[in-house]
Protein backbone atom coordinates (compact mmCIF):
# COMPACT_ATOMS: atom_id res chain seq x y z
CA UNK A 1 0.00 0.00 0.00
CA UNK A 2 1.38 3.32 -0.90
CA UNK A 3 0.51 6.51 1.48
CA UNK A 4 1.85 9.87 2.37
CA UNK A 5 3.00 10.77 5.34
CA UNK A 6 5.84 12.47 7.13
CA UNK A 7 8.42 10.76 8.32
CA UNK A 8 7.77 9.92 12.18
CA UNK A 9 4.08 8.80 10.42
CA UNK A 10 6.46 6.16 8.38
CA UNK A 11 8.05 5.17 11.51
CA UNK A 12 4.59 4.93 13.29
CA UNK A 13 3.24 2.50 10.47
CA UNK A 14 6.45 -0.17 11.23
CA UNK A 15 5.78 -0.16 15.33
CA UNK A 16 2.09 -1.20 13.88
CA UNK A 17 3.80 -4.02 11.28
CA UNK A 18 6.16 -4.49 14.18
CA UNK A 19 3.65 -5.03 16.65
CA UNK A 20 5.36 -2.98 19.53
CA UNK A 21 4.18 -4.34 23.11
CA UNK A 22 4.83 -1.32 24.59
CA UNK A 23 5.40 2.18 24.39
CA UNK A 24 5.54 5.62 26.82
CA UNK A 25 5.35 9.23 25.33
CA UNK A 26 6.83 12.21 26.41
CA UNK A 27 5.90 15.69 24.08
CA UNK A 28 8.85 17.36 22.73
CA UNK A 29 9.38 18.58 19.25
CA UNK A 30 9.52 17.45 16.47
CA UNK A 31 9.90 13.66 17.29
CA UNK A 32 6.82 13.93 18.62
CA UNK A 33 4.98 13.29 15.74
CA UNK A 34 5.50 9.63 15.93
CA UNK A 35 3.40 9.54 19.38
CA UNK A 36 0.59 11.17 17.92
CA UNK A 37 0.39 9.07 14.95
CA UNK A 38 0.71 5.82 17.38
CA UNK A 39 -1.99 7.25 19.26
CA UNK A 40 -4.11 7.46 16.32
CA UNK A 41 -3.22 3.71 15.01
CA UNK A 42 -4.32 2.37 18.69
CA UNK A 43 -7.21 4.35 18.81
CA UNK A 44 -8.50 3.00 15.60
CA UNK A 45 -7.65 -0.49 16.53
CA UNK A 46 -4.54 -1.14 14.19
CA UNK A 47 -1.96 -1.49 17.25
CA UNK A 48 -2.29 -3.05 19.80
CA UNK A 49 0.20 -1.98 22.59
CA UNK A 50 -0.01 -0.43 25.88
CA UNK A 51 0.78 3.73 25.52
CA UNK A 52 1.74 5.41 28.91
CA UNK A 53 2.32 8.94 28.78
CA UNK A 54 5.28 9.12 31.08
CA UNK A 55 5.88 12.21 33.80
CA UNK A 56 9.41 13.16 31.99
CA UNK A 57 12.02 11.71 29.51
CA UNK A 58 13.77 9.91 31.96
CA UNK A 59 10.68 8.18 33.14
CA UNK A 60 9.64 7.43 29.95
CA UNK A 61 13.17 6.04 29.16
CA UNK A 62 12.90 3.85 32.32
CA UNK A 63 9.36 2.60 31.93
CA UNK A 64 10.60 1.27 28.48
CA UNK A 65 13.47 -0.72 29.96
CA UNK A 66 11.43 -2.52 32.30
CA UNK A 67 9.01 -3.50 29.98
CA UNK A 68 11.40 -5.07 27.54
CA UNK A 69 12.77 -6.86 30.61
CA UNK A 70 9.59 -9.15 30.98
CA UNK A 71 9.88 -9.41 27.35
CA UNK A 72 7.78 -6.84 25.75
CA UNK A 73 8.66 -5.11 22.22
CA UNK A 74 8.86 -2.00 22.91
CA UNK A 75 9.35 1.66 21.31
CA UNK A 76 10.53 5.43 22.88
CA UNK A 77 11.82 8.31 21.06
CA UNK A 78 12.63 11.90 22.02
CA UNK A 79 14.61 15.22 20.91
CA UNK A 80 17.21 17.59 21.90
CA UNK A 81 17.18 18.29 25.82
CA UNK A 82 14.83 15.70 26.12
CA UNK A 83 16.97 12.44 25.16
CA UNK A 84 19.55 14.53 27.54
CA UNK A 85 17.30 14.43 30.07
CA UNK A 86 17.03 10.89 30.07
CA UNK A 87 20.40 9.74 29.41
CA UNK A 88 20.84 7.77 32.94
CA UNK A 89 17.81 5.74 31.67
CA UNK A 90 19.44 5.57 27.89
CA UNK A 91 22.95 3.65 29.64
CA UNK A 92 21.29 1.63 31.99
CA UNK A 93 19.03 0.22 28.41
CA UNK A 94 22.28 -0.50 27.01
CA UNK A 95 24.58 -1.78 29.80
CA UNK A 96 21.36 -4.28 30.68
CA UNK A 97 21.41 -5.38 27.26
CA UNK A 98 17.78 -4.13 26.68
CA UNK A 99 17.17 -4.03 22.00
CA UNK A 100 14.76 -1.10 22.79
CA UNK A 101 14.57 1.21 19.44
CA UNK A 102 14.10 4.76 19.71
CA UNK A 103 13.71 7.52 17.74
CA UNK A 104 15.77 11.01 18.02
CA UNK A 105 13.85 13.33 16.08
CA UNK A 106 17.03 15.60 16.05
CA UNK A 107 17.53 19.07 17.29
CA UNK A 108 19.59 21.50 18.64
CA UNK A 109 20.45 21.31 22.71
CA UNK A 110 19.55 23.84 24.63
CA UNK A 111 20.73 26.93 24.90
CA UNK A 112 19.35 29.08 23.60
CA UNK A 113 16.17 27.41 23.77
CA UNK A 114 13.79 26.59 21.60
CA UNK A 115 16.04 26.06 18.49
CA UNK A 116 14.17 23.54 16.97
CA UNK A 117 15.80 23.15 14.22
CA UNK A 118 17.83 20.01 13.55
CA UNK A 119 21.47 19.12 14.73
CA UNK A 120 23.02 16.16 15.38
CA UNK A 121 24.87 16.66 19.08
CA UNK A 122 22.16 14.71 20.41
CA UNK A 123 22.56 11.27 19.33
CA UNK A 124 25.83 11.75 18.56
CA UNK A 125 25.95 12.00 23.31
CA UNK A 126 25.63 8.23 23.29
CA UNK A 127 27.96 7.54 20.94
CA UNK A 128 30.18 5.80 23.25
CA UNK A 129 27.85 4.00 25.47
CA UNK A 130 26.98 0.93 23.43
CA UNK A 131 23.84 2.29 21.19
CA UNK A 132 23.41 1.46 17.78
CA UNK A 133 22.90 4.67 16.30
CA UNK A 134 21.74 5.08 12.36
CA UNK A 135 20.65 7.98 9.91
CA UNK A 136 17.89 7.75 7.66
CA UNK A 137 17.16 10.06 4.63
CA UNK A 138 13.57 9.43 3.87
CA UNK A 139 10.08 8.54 4.82
CA UNK A 140 10.15 4.81 3.09
CA UNK A 141 14.09 4.50 4.92
CA UNK A 142 12.73 5.59 8.02
CA UNK A 143 9.86 2.71 8.28
CA UNK A 144 12.73 0.21 6.74
CA UNK A 145 15.00 0.69 8.80
CA UNK A 146 13.10 0.66 11.97
CA UNK A 147 11.80 -3.29 11.09
CA UNK A 148 15.61 -3.35 10.29
CA UNK A 149 16.47 -1.78 13.68
CA UNK A 150 14.02 -4.60 15.65
CA UNK A 151 15.47 -7.37 14.02
CA UNK A 152 19.19 -6.40 14.46
CA UNK A 153 18.90 -4.95 18.24
CA UNK A 154 16.80 -8.35 19.34
CA UNK A 155 19.37 -10.77 17.77
CA UNK A 156 20.96 -12.52 20.38
CA UNK A 157 24.39 -11.96 19.01
CA UNK A 158 23.63 -7.82 19.42
CA UNK A 159 21.30 -7.62 22.03
CA UNK A 160 21.51 -3.72 22.15
CA UNK A 161 19.74 -0.28 21.99
CA UNK A 162 19.17 0.98 18.40
CA UNK A 163 18.17 4.91 17.68
CA UNK A 164 16.94 5.89 14.99
CA UNK A 165 18.07 9.80 14.09
CA UNK A 166 15.88 11.37 11.91
CA UNK A 167 16.49 15.19 10.83
CA UNK A 168 14.08 17.54 12.91
CA UNK A 169 11.53 19.18 10.64
CA UNK A 170 13.77 18.49 6.99
CA UNK A 171 12.50 14.82 7.58
CA UNK A 172 10.22 14.25 10.75
CA UNK A 173 7.93 17.19 9.25
CA UNK A 174 7.86 16.62 5.59
CA UNK A 175 5.49 14.56 3.67
CA UNK A 176 6.66 11.69 1.20
CA UNK A 177 5.16 8.80 -0.70
CA UNK A 178 5.95 5.33 1.14
CA UNK A 179 5.14 2.14 0.66
CA UNK A 180 3.36 0.25 3.51
CA UNK A 181 4.32 -3.69 3.40
CA UNK A 182 2.08 -6.12 4.28
CA UNK A 183 2.03 -7.86 7.44
CA UNK A 184 3.25 -11.24 6.06
CA UNK A 185 6.08 -10.42 4.87
CA UNK A 186 7.03 -8.29 8.25
CA UNK A 187 6.66 -11.66 10.09
CA UNK A 188 8.70 -13.55 8.02
CA UNK A 189 11.58 -11.02 8.42
CA UNK A 190 11.21 -10.25 12.00
CA UNK A 191 11.02 -13.16 14.50
CA UNK A 192 9.06 -12.31 18.09
CA UNK A 193 11.21 -11.41 20.68
CA UNK A 194 12.69 -13.35 22.54
CA UNK A 195 14.62 -12.68 25.93
CA UNK A 196 15.31 -16.19 26.43
CA UNK A 197 16.57 -16.67 30.15
CA UNK A 198 16.69 -13.69 30.95
CA UNK A 199 13.24 -12.95 31.18
CA UNK A 200 12.08 -11.31 34.03
CA UNK A 201 9.16 -13.40 35.33
CA UNK A 202 8.04 -15.76 37.95
CA UNK A 203 9.00 -18.42 36.15
CA UNK A 204 12.26 -17.83 35.38
CA UNK A 205 13.90 -16.76 39.42
CA UNK A 206 16.83 -14.11 38.50
CA UNK A 207 18.39 -11.09 39.70
CA UNK A 208 19.11 -8.58 37.17
CA UNK A 209 21.62 -6.07 37.36
CA UNK A 210 23.42 -6.85 40.78
CA UNK A 211 25.90 -4.42 42.40
CA UNK A 212 29.22 -5.12 41.03
CA UNK A 213 32.38 -3.43 41.47
CA UNK A 214 35.64 -3.85 39.77
CA UNK A 215 35.46 -7.67 39.92
CA UNK A 216 33.20 -7.68 36.99
CA UNK A 217 32.36 -4.60 35.65
CA UNK A 218 35.43 -4.99 33.01
CA UNK A 219 33.99 -7.69 31.56
CA UNK A 220 30.37 -6.58 31.25
CA UNK A 221 31.76 -4.28 29.40
CA UNK A 222 34.17 -6.33 27.12
CA UNK A 223 30.51 -8.30 26.47
CA UNK A 224 29.16 -5.00 24.99
CA UNK A 225 32.34 -4.74 23.13
CA UNK A 226 31.62 -7.97 21.50
CA UNK A 227 28.16 -7.40 20.96
CA UNK A 228 28.75 -4.20 19.21
CA UNK A 229 31.29 -5.68 16.94
CA UNK A 230 28.89 -8.38 15.96
CA UNK A 231 26.30 -5.73 15.15
CA UNK A 232 28.52 -5.11 11.67
CA UNK A 233 27.51 -8.93 10.47
CA UNK A 234 24.05 -8.81 11.85
CA UNK A 235 23.38 -5.49 10.08
CA UNK A 236 24.60 -6.73 6.85
CA UNK A 237 22.26 -10.24 7.11
CA UNK A 238 19.69 -8.27 8.00
CA UNK A 239 19.85 -5.87 5.07
CA UNK A 240 20.30 -9.00 2.50
CA UNK A 241 17.09 -10.67 4.18
CA UNK A 242 15.43 -7.44 4.00
CA UNK A 243 16.21 -6.91 0.22
CA UNK A 244 15.32 -10.72 -0.57
CA UNK A 245 12.03 -10.53 1.13
CA UNK A 246 10.65 -7.07 0.52
CA UNK A 247 12.28 -6.24 -2.79
CA UNK A 248 14.02 -3.31 -1.66
CA UNK A 249 17.64 -3.27 -1.69
CA UNK A 250 19.97 -0.60 0.12
CA UNK A 251 23.09 -1.73 -1.42
CA UNK A 252 25.65 -1.26 1.10
CA UNK A 253 23.86 -1.44 4.41
CA UNK A 254 26.29 1.29 6.22
CA UNK A 255 27.07 3.82 3.77
CA UNK A 256 25.03 5.15 0.49
CA UNK A 257 27.76 6.06 -2.07
CA UNK A 258 26.51 8.44 -4.84
CA UNK A 259 28.62 8.47 -7.92
CA UNK A 260 32.27 8.04 -5.80
CA UNK A 261 34.02 5.90 -8.50
CA UNK A 262 36.64 7.62 -10.01
CA UNK A 263 35.73 10.92 -8.08
CA UNK A 264 38.80 13.53 -6.98
CA UNK A 265 36.61 15.10 -4.46
CA UNK A 266 33.68 13.40 -2.28
CA UNK A 267 31.72 15.11 0.29
CA UNK A 268 30.62 12.82 3.04
CA UNK A 269 27.61 13.74 5.60
CA UNK A 270 24.76 12.54 7.15
CA UNK A 271 20.85 12.96 6.90
CA UNK A 272 18.61 15.33 4.82
CA UNK A 273 21.86 16.93 4.01
CA UNK A 274 22.44 14.22 0.79
CA UNK A 275 19.36 15.81 -1.25
CA UNK A 276 21.36 19.44 -1.93
CA UNK A 277 24.61 17.93 -2.29
CA UNK A 278 23.58 14.64 -4.58
CA UNK A 279 22.01 17.38 -6.72
CA UNK A 280 25.37 19.20 -6.88
CA UNK A 281 27.44 16.04 -7.76
CA UNK A 282 24.99 15.59 -10.85
CA UNK A 283 25.10 19.45 -11.56
CA UNK A 284 29.11 19.49 -11.05
CA UNK A 285 29.69 15.86 -13.07
CA UNK A 286 27.83 17.48 -15.87
CA UNK A 287 30.14 20.32 -16.36
CA UNK A 288 33.20 17.47 -16.13
CA UNK A 289 34.01 17.99 -12.11
CA UNK A 290 35.01 14.25 -10.82
CA UNK A 291 32.81 14.74 -7.72
CA UNK A 292 30.70 12.41 -5.13
CA UNK A 293 28.87 11.94 -1.89
CA UNK A 294 29.27 9.00 0.70
CA UNK A 295 26.18 9.11 2.97
CA UNK A 296 26.94 7.63 6.56
CA UNK A 297 24.22 5.56 7.15
CA UNK A 298 25.09 3.56 10.24
CA UNK A 299 27.33 5.71 12.63
CA UNK A 300 27.53 2.97 15.37
CA UNK A 301 28.78 0.47 14.85
CA UNK A 302 31.50 2.89 12.08
CA UNK A 303 31.67 1.72 8.71
CA UNK A 304 35.74 1.83 9.05
CA UNK A 305 35.98 -1.06 6.15
CA UNK A 306 33.85 1.14 3.76
CA UNK A 307 34.97 4.68 4.53
CA UNK A 308 38.60 3.06 3.64
CA UNK A 309 37.28 1.25 0.65
CA UNK A 310 35.49 4.48 -0.66
CA UNK A 311 37.89 7.23 0.37
CA UNK A 312 41.17 5.85 0.33
CA UNK A 313 43.11 7.56 -2.70
CA UNK A 314 40.63 10.25 -3.33
CA UNK A 315 42.34 13.44 -3.34
CA UNK A 316 39.83 15.58 -0.93
CA UNK A 317 37.59 14.36 1.39
CA UNK A 318 35.11 17.02 2.70
CA UNK A 319 33.05 16.20 5.55
CA UNK A 320 29.87 18.20 6.28
CA UNK A 321 29.17 18.06 10.15
CA UNK A 322 25.63 19.25 11.30
CA UNK A 323 27.59 19.05 14.70
CA UNK A 324 30.22 20.59 16.93
CA UNK A 325 32.82 18.57 18.99
CA UNK A 326 34.19 21.44 20.93
CA UNK A 327 38.18 21.12 21.22
CA UNK A 328 38.37 18.03 19.58
CA UNK A 329 41.48 16.50 18.17
CA UNK A 330 41.21 19.27 15.35
CA UNK A 331 38.30 21.48 16.22
CA UNK A 332 36.24 20.04 13.98
CA UNK A 333 32.74 17.78 13.65
CA UNK A 334 32.39 14.49 15.22
CA UNK A 335 31.64 13.10 11.96
CA UNK A 336 34.90 14.56 10.85
CA UNK A 337 37.09 13.36 13.80
CA UNK A 338 35.57 9.73 12.87
CA UNK A 339 36.48 9.49 9.52
CA UNK A 340 40.08 11.39 9.73
CA UNK A 341 40.99 8.37 13.12
CA UNK A 342 39.46 5.40 10.48
CA UNK A 343 41.78 6.76 7.44
CA UNK A 344 44.38 6.70 8.72
CA UNK A 345 44.46 2.96 8.03
CA UNK A 346 44.06 4.28 4.24
CA UNK A 347 46.49 3.23 1.96
CA UNK A 348 46.01 6.13 0.25
CA UNK A 349 45.08 8.79 2.90
CA UNK A 350 43.47 11.84 0.99
CA UNK A 351 43.16 15.22 2.40
CA UNK A 352 40.43 16.51 4.56
CA UNK A 353 38.34 19.35 4.82
CA UNK A 354 35.54 20.01 6.87
CA UNK A 355 32.59 21.81 7.04
CA UNK A 356 30.52 22.80 10.13
CA UNK A 357 26.79 24.01 8.66
CA UNK A 358 23.30 23.94 9.42
CA UNK A 359 23.20 24.23 12.76
CA UNK A 360 20.09 24.70 14.80
CA UNK A 361 17.85 24.03 11.57
CA UNK A 362 19.62 26.61 9.11
CA UNK A 363 18.97 25.19 5.84
CA UNK A 364 21.99 24.15 3.30
CA UNK A 365 20.86 24.60 -0.08
CA UNK A 366 22.34 23.62 -3.80
CA UNK A 367 24.29 26.49 -3.91
CA UNK A 368 25.71 26.15 -0.44
CA UNK A 369 26.78 22.41 -1.65
CA UNK A 370 28.27 24.19 -4.79
CA UNK A 371 30.06 26.63 -3.11
CA UNK A 372 31.51 23.56 -0.52
CA UNK A 373 32.38 21.67 -3.65
CA UNK A 374 34.20 24.51 -5.29
CA UNK A 375 36.47 24.68 -1.92
CA UNK A 376 37.10 20.92 -2.07
CA UNK A 377 38.13 21.06 -6.09
CA UNK A 378 40.33 23.84 -5.12
CA UNK A 379 42.38 22.34 -2.83
CA UNK A 380 42.21 18.99 -4.86
CA UNK A 381 44.16 21.25 -7.22
CA UNK A 382 46.35 23.05 -5.55
CA UNK A 383 46.87 19.73 -3.22
CA UNK A 384 46.74 21.47 -0.09
CA UNK A 385 43.85 22.52 2.33
CA UNK A 386 44.41 26.06 3.80
CA UNK A 387 41.78 25.82 5.65
CA UNK A 388 40.84 22.38 7.68
CA UNK A 389 38.20 23.43 9.56
CA UNK A 390 35.34 25.81 8.02
CA UNK A 391 32.34 27.23 9.97
CA UNK A 392 30.17 27.28 6.47
CA UNK A 393 28.27 30.47 6.20
CA UNK A 394 29.32 31.47 9.91
CA UNK A 395 28.24 35.62 10.51
CA UNK A 396 31.79 36.90 11.73
CA UNK B 1 -3.53 -0.88 42.63
CA UNK B 2 -3.60 -4.48 44.36
CA UNK B 3 -1.37 -6.64 45.59
CA UNK B 4 -3.01 -10.50 46.31
CA UNK B 5 -1.92 -11.60 49.70
CA UNK B 6 -2.31 -15.22 50.82
CA UNK B 7 -3.68 -15.37 53.87
CA UNK B 8 -3.08 -17.76 56.48
CA UNK B 9 -6.42 -19.50 56.87
CA UNK B 10 -5.13 -22.56 59.08
CA UNK B 11 -2.43 -23.28 61.10
CA UNK B 12 -1.08 -25.04 58.65
CA UNK B 13 -0.66 -22.45 56.38
CA UNK B 14 0.89 -19.94 59.32
CA UNK B 15 3.41 -23.18 59.34
CA UNK B 16 4.37 -22.87 55.57
CA UNK B 17 4.65 -19.45 55.30
CA UNK B 18 7.02 -19.49 58.30
CA UNK B 19 9.21 -21.93 56.54
CA UNK B 20 9.08 -20.60 53.00
CA UNK B 21 11.55 -17.56 52.91
CA UNK B 22 11.50 -15.24 49.24
CA UNK B 23 13.98 -12.73 51.20
CA UNK B 24 16.69 -15.29 52.34
CA UNK B 25 20.27 -15.99 52.93
CA UNK B 26 22.76 -13.70 51.11
CA UNK B 27 22.42 -10.05 51.85
CA UNK B 28 24.70 -8.39 54.21
CA UNK B 29 22.21 -6.30 56.32
CA UNK B 30 23.17 -5.62 60.09
CA UNK B 31 21.28 -7.70 62.75
CA UNK B 32 18.11 -5.45 63.50
CA UNK B 33 17.74 -3.99 60.06
CA UNK B 34 14.08 -2.72 59.95
CA UNK B 35 14.32 -2.48 56.00
CA UNK B 36 15.67 -5.70 55.33
CA UNK B 37 12.95 -7.23 58.05
CA UNK B 38 10.29 -5.32 56.09
CA UNK B 39 11.49 -6.82 52.70
CA UNK B 40 11.73 -10.26 54.42
CA UNK B 41 7.50 -10.00 55.53
CA UNK B 42 6.24 -8.09 52.73
CA UNK B 43 8.28 -11.34 50.37
CA UNK B 44 6.51 -13.79 52.28
CA UNK B 45 3.19 -11.80 52.19
CA UNK B 46 3.14 -11.58 48.40
CA UNK B 47 4.34 -15.26 47.47
CA UNK B 48 6.10 -16.33 44.85
CA UNK B 49 3.82 -14.92 42.01
CA UNK B 50 5.78 -11.77 42.23
CA UNK B 51 8.01 -9.09 40.40
CA UNK B 52 10.40 -7.55 42.98
CA UNK B 53 12.46 -4.07 41.36
CA UNK B 54 14.79 -2.02 43.52
CA UNK B 55 15.71 1.51 43.02
CA UNK B 56 19.38 2.10 43.75
CA UNK B 57 19.83 2.25 47.63
CA UNK B 58 20.78 0.50 50.93
CA UNK B 59 18.29 -2.73 50.26
CA UNK B 60 19.87 -2.68 46.93
CA UNK B 61 23.37 -1.95 47.53
CA UNK B 62 23.17 -4.72 50.53
CA UNK B 63 20.78 -6.84 49.03
CA UNK B 64 22.17 -7.96 45.70
CA UNK B 65 26.50 -8.07 45.86
CA UNK B 66 27.46 -10.35 42.90
CA UNK B 67 27.70 -13.40 43.12
CA UNK B 68 25.04 -13.60 46.01
CA UNK B 69 21.22 -12.23 45.42
CA UNK B 70 18.86 -12.39 48.97
CA UNK B 71 15.84 -12.67 46.70
CA UNK B 72 14.23 -15.94 45.51
CA UNK B 73 11.60 -14.27 43.53
CA UNK B 74 12.46 -12.59 40.52
CA UNK B 75 14.23 -9.02 41.09
CA UNK B 76 15.53 -6.46 39.21
CA UNK B 77 17.14 -3.17 39.75
CA UNK B 78 16.26 0.07 38.88
CA UNK B 79 17.78 3.43 38.94
CA UNK B 80 17.45 5.88 41.83
CA UNK B 81 14.61 7.46 41.02
CA UNK B 82 13.08 4.85 38.66
CA UNK B 83 10.61 3.42 41.32
CA UNK B 84 7.64 4.91 39.52
CA UNK B 85 8.76 4.21 36.12
CA UNK B 86 9.84 0.55 36.76
CA UNK B 87 6.89 -0.78 37.99
CA UNK B 88 4.57 0.92 35.29
CA UNK B 89 6.56 -0.34 32.58
CA UNK B 90 7.23 -4.04 34.32
CA UNK B 91 2.99 -3.74 35.15
CA UNK B 92 2.03 -2.87 31.83
CA UNK B 93 4.19 -5.37 29.99
CA UNK B 94 2.89 -7.72 31.65
CA UNK B 95 -0.57 -6.78 30.33
CA UNK B 96 0.32 -6.57 27.18
CA UNK B 97 1.64 -10.08 27.01
CA UNK B 98 -0.92 -11.15 28.51
CA UNK B 99 -3.68 -10.12 26.58
CA UNK B 100 -1.74 -10.76 23.22
CA UNK B 101 -1.48 -14.51 24.51
CA UNK B 102 2.21 -14.11 24.42
CA UNK B 103 2.13 -14.60 28.66
CA UNK B 104 -0.12 -17.00 30.14
CA UNK B 105 -2.98 -15.06 32.02
CA UNK B 106 -2.45 -14.88 35.35
CA UNK B 107 -1.96 -12.26 38.46
CA UNK B 108 1.55 -11.70 39.14
CA UNK B 109 2.44 -9.10 41.66
CA UNK B 110 4.71 -6.01 40.66
CA UNK B 111 6.12 -4.19 43.87
CA UNK B 112 8.94 -1.81 43.71
CA UNK B 113 11.28 -0.73 46.31
CA UNK B 114 13.10 2.41 47.27
CA UNK B 115 14.14 3.89 49.92
CA UNK B 116 13.31 8.01 50.97
CA UNK B 117 16.21 9.31 48.67
CA UNK B 118 14.95 7.42 45.85
CA UNK B 119 11.32 7.89 46.17
CA UNK B 120 11.01 11.42 47.94
CA UNK B 121 13.96 12.96 46.46
CA UNK B 122 15.75 12.30 43.07
CA UNK B 123 13.07 12.98 41.16
CA UNK B 124 11.64 9.91 42.18
CA UNK B 125 8.68 11.79 43.53
CA UNK B 126 7.43 12.60 40.08
CA UNK B 127 7.86 9.51 38.59
CA UNK B 128 5.99 7.58 41.48
CA UNK B 129 3.76 10.34 40.96
CA UNK B 130 3.20 9.61 37.37
CA UNK B 131 3.05 5.99 38.55
CA UNK B 132 0.10 6.77 40.44
CA UNK B 133 -2.11 7.88 37.74
CA UNK B 134 -1.75 4.97 35.42
CA UNK B 135 -4.65 3.16 38.03
CA UNK B 136 -5.08 0.17 35.43
CA UNK B 137 -1.86 -1.91 36.20
CA UNK B 138 -1.02 -4.01 38.99
CA UNK B 139 1.23 -2.68 41.20
CA UNK B 140 3.17 -1.29 44.83
CA UNK B 141 5.22 0.98 45.43
CA UNK B 142 7.17 0.23 49.11
CA UNK B 143 9.12 3.29 50.61
CA UNK B 144 11.73 2.23 53.21
CA UNK B 145 11.94 5.95 55.20
CA UNK B 146 14.75 5.81 56.92
CA UNK B 147 14.94 9.38 56.94
CA UNK B 148 18.41 10.40 55.33
CA UNK B 149 20.57 8.47 52.25
CA UNK B 150 21.74 6.03 54.40
CA UNK B 151 24.06 4.12 51.97
CA UNK B 152 25.95 7.19 50.83
CA UNK B 153 26.90 8.09 54.60
CA UNK B 154 23.89 9.07 55.90
CA UNK B 155 23.21 12.37 54.21
CA UNK B 156 20.10 14.75 54.85
CA UNK B 157 17.71 14.09 52.08
CA UNK B 158 14.12 15.85 51.87
CA UNK B 159 12.53 13.15 54.57
CA UNK B 160 15.35 14.03 56.94
CA UNK B 161 12.75 15.35 60.64
CA UNK B 162 14.55 18.85 61.31
CA UNK B 163 17.24 19.15 63.49
CA UNK B 164 18.36 15.90 63.21
CA UNK B 165 22.27 15.33 62.28
CA UNK B 166 23.63 14.14 59.03
CA UNK B 167 26.62 14.45 57.41
CA UNK B 168 25.47 16.88 55.09
CA UNK B 169 24.26 19.65 58.24
CA UNK B 170 25.85 22.42 58.63
CA UNK B 171 26.54 22.42 62.09
CA UNK B 172 28.97 24.38 64.31
CA UNK B 173 31.38 21.95 66.10
CA UNK B 174 31.83 23.15 69.84
Given at each position: MEVVGTGTDAVAYALMLADIDVTSAYPIRPYGGVMQTVARLIADGYLKAEYIVAAHEHDQFEIVKHASAVGARTFVGSSGVGWLLAIEAIVAISTDRYPVVALIGNRALDD?????GVEHNDALM????GWLLVWVDTAQEALDTTLIAYRVAEDPRVMLPVGISMDGAFLTHSEHVFKIPPKSKVQKFLPPYDLGNRKLHPSNVISVAPQVNEDWVTEIRKQMDEAMKNARKVIEEAYRDFAKIFGRDYGNPFVEPY?????DVVMVGMGTVSKPIKEAVRRLRAKGERVGFLRIRWFRPFPTDDIIRY????KVVAVVDRDYSFGSPFDGGAVFTEIRSALYEAEHRPLMMNFIG????REITYNDAINMFNMALDAARKG??????IWYGVRE | MTVSIKLARTVKDLLQMAQT?????GHRTCQGCESAMVLRWVAKAAGPNTIVIGATGCMYVANTTYYTTAWALPWIHTQLSGTGSAVVGTAAALKALMEKGKLPNEKINVIGICGDLGCADAGGLSEVSNALTHTKYNFLILMYDN???????IQET?????GALTTFSQVVSR
Open positions: PPGAYVRDVMVEDALSGVGLGGRVEQRV | EYFDAESSANTDTMTPY
